[in-house]
């Protein structure tokens, strides 16, 4: 195996770190959306990022990177939910106009990934994947638009 070049290592330590963040952002917003329906949604994004970096483990642990410490990083997710918008319409808003852009970032890093890590790297694009097919079905008021969440959550990555 040779390894991979800078660019790519460091953004997929970035990428994993973020997701361990994003699982303490939607734990602290369950937390602050108290109501039912909110919380379970919120839960739920919370897992799929748990999900997504449980799939991308095996990549960190491959190439020794060391991810900052997980006190951190839950941390700095619950900052980012006390900042958050203090609306569920405006956290949708938010989500919808953020989203587009976090699977173009995990598109461009698949695309510079070596070949051995093609099917981690493209479950984590699925993660992100599920998350705008959640939006777009919240979006349309679907009751339960959290479908395409719990069907990432049952998936794993395709054997390499
Ligand atoms: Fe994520």
Do not use: C
Not at 79 to 107: I, K
């Amino acid at each position: 195996m040779t390894r991979p070049d800078q660019t790519y290592l460091d953004t997929l330590l970035l990428y994993y770190e973020e997701e361990i963040e994003g699982e303490a952002y939607f734990a602290e917003l369950a937390r602050i959306f108290s109501a039912p329906e909110q919380s379970k949604r919120l839960t739920l994004l919370a897992e799929v990022e748990r999900h997504a970096a449980q799939g991308v483990a095996p990549l960190i642990a491959r190439y020794g990177l060391t991810p900052r410490s997980d006190a951190i990083l839950t941390q700095s997710g619950h900052g980012q939910a006390q900042r958050a918008p203090a609306t569920w319409a405006s956290l949708l808003d938010e989500m919808n106009r953020t989203y587009p852009g976090y699977l173009a970032a995990f598109e461009a890093l698949e695309a510079i990934g070596p070949a051995e890590d093609q099917a981690r790297l493209r479950f984590l694009t699925q993660h992100e994947v599920a998350a705008l097919d959640y939006l777009a079905l919240e979006n349309e008021g679907v009751a339960d638009s959290y479908a395409p969440l719990e069907r990432y959550l049952a998936s794993a990555p395709a054997p390499a």
